[in-house]
């Protein structure tokens, strides 16, 4: 058995809807009150799975929520059919589809007692996320049950964490130990910086990282307030390649000597803004893009469509490509659906570094599962959603059964 990095990505629930709940993610607030299409939304991410199994990457699934929330509904006092329009909005949302801020994974090779530790994100900042926790600490209970992983609970709500999407690792590659960075933020001018740094200090505390290999680095400001809400936006690693715009961290020259100093091999790839604007990076989401390593061992950067779309950011990507930088190849995919509420590639999948074996297979998938899953959302997903239909009755009737559906497929059905 040899340790594999393996992109988990969360399917599109049925419930996908553009509620403009995310303030300072301006995708969401863009498209406040369009019409969503959920299934082409599951599809696309479907899609964007079997492209990732043909280049030769491993890939896991996790499985949508409950939705809508009844368990939290029923905290306020309330439930689907008496709670408020904003409620009702915050507990129909379909956000968890964004697996990079499921929980932040530090691999056997970076800790104490040489576990995978994983520690589900609180997403405290957001109402319509913050009671995602609790269904994804189950399904990770269960995808991650081998006593190779220690599976964590939340950092308590007093402190904001947002999982893998603030946090990066540096490695001559996957399988040997690295050097973990924890991006937080302090202030992001208008908006929330929702990643705090004592929660990313708790997390480095639990899964017993080394000091000397783990970095605390502040995001800068005016990238939360052009947009960047994670640092995934920004900035995004794999093994030795940290590829970033220039305006991503508040101190770029005090990271990079501390990056450096422990990290010798670190290939730094930078765009610069006078290339690239802040708002052409977060627009397109050149940064919110998988960087992966094939078995050819070319590094190579998933982009979305946006990305090939935005002149500035094509541009900077062929003249990269031209001069054998480190980014070997590029591929597109079509995922307009999470794009329009500011979920990218990268968003949609949460890196884990294990041996495939150790993982529940039914958290796993190849070509022919990706077939029968597409069968059902087929099937079941609605094929629009208007927000102002969130309560409707039979459209709740129909998000639940789509779910249970695609549970039995999967033969999870002990998380309904
Ligand atoms: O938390 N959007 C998500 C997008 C998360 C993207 N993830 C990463 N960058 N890793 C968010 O802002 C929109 C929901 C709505 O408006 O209904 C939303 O939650």
């Not at 994983?118 to 991650?144: C, D, G, I, K, Y």
């Not at 990305?307 to 541009?315: F, Q, Y």
């Not at 297979?361 to 069968?375: N, S, Y």
Request: a negative charge; proline letters at 6%; charged letters at 20%.
């Amino acid at each position: 058995m040899s340790a594999r990095e393996i992109n988990f990505d969360g399917i599109v629930g049925p419930s996908h809807n553009y509620g403009g709940l995310s303030l300072g993610n301006l995708a969401s607030a863009r498209n406040l009150g369009q019409v969503s299409h959920p299934r082409a939304a599951a599809l696309q991410g479907l899609e964007k799975m079997r492209a990732n199994i043909r280049l030769g990457l491993v890939q896991g699934i996790f499985l949508p929520q409950p939705r809508p929330a009844r368990a939290w509904l029923t905290d306020l006092g309330t439930s689907p059919e008496e709670a408020s329009p904003a409620l009702l909005a915050n507990a129909m949302s379909a956000s968890a589809m964004w697996a990079a801020n499921a929980a932040t994974v530090s691999p056997a090779f970076d800790t104490a007692d040489g576990r995978t530790h994983l520690t589900v994100a609180n997403l405290r900042t957001m109402v319509h996320r913050s009671h995602e926790w609790v269904a994804t600490l189950a399904q990770l209970r269960l995808a991650f049950a081998n006593n190779v992983f220690a599976v964590h609970r939340p950092v308590p709500p007093t402190f904001g964490d947002e999982g893998a999407a603030n946090h990066m690792r540096l490695c001559a590659r996957h399988d040997q130990p690295g050097v973990e960075v924890f991006v937080y933020g302090v202030s992001g001018g208008p908006y929330p910086a929702r990643q705090h740094v004592e929660a990313c200090r708790a997390i480095a505390r639990r899964h017993g990282l080394d000091p000397e290999r783990t970095l605390f680095v502040q995001q800068s400001e005016e990238a939360i307030a052009a947009g960047a809400f994670h640092n995934d936006v920004v900035a995004v690693a794999n093994e030795r390649v940290l590829f970033a715009h220039e305006q991503a961290f508040a101190d770029k020259d005090a990271f990079l000597g501390s990056l450096g100093e422990r990290f010798p091999e670190l290939d730094y790839v930078e765009v610069p803004a006078a290339e690239v604007s802040l708002d052409d990076a977060i627009r397109s989401y050149l940064f919110n893009a998988q960087l992966v390593t094939p078995p050819d061992g070319r590094t190579t950067l998933i982009v979305p469509e946006e990305a090939r779309e935005t002149p500035s950011v094509w541009g900077w990507l062929q003249r990269h490509l031209a001069g054998n930088g480190a980014i070997r190849d590029v591929r597109v995919v079509d995922v307009r659906q999470s794009m329009a509420n500011g979920g990218g590639p990268a968003c949609l999948r949460l890196r884990v570094v294990c041996e495939p074996e150790t993982v529940d297979p039914r958290f796993l998938v190849e070509e022919g599962k990706l077939d029968r899953l597409a069968e059902v959302i087929a099937r079941y997903w609605p094929e629009e959603i208007a927000v102002e239909a969130l309560g409707s009755p039979a459209l709740i009737r129909d998000v639940e059964q789509a779910r249970t559906a695609l549970l039995g497929e999967c033969g999870l059905g002990e998380l309904a």
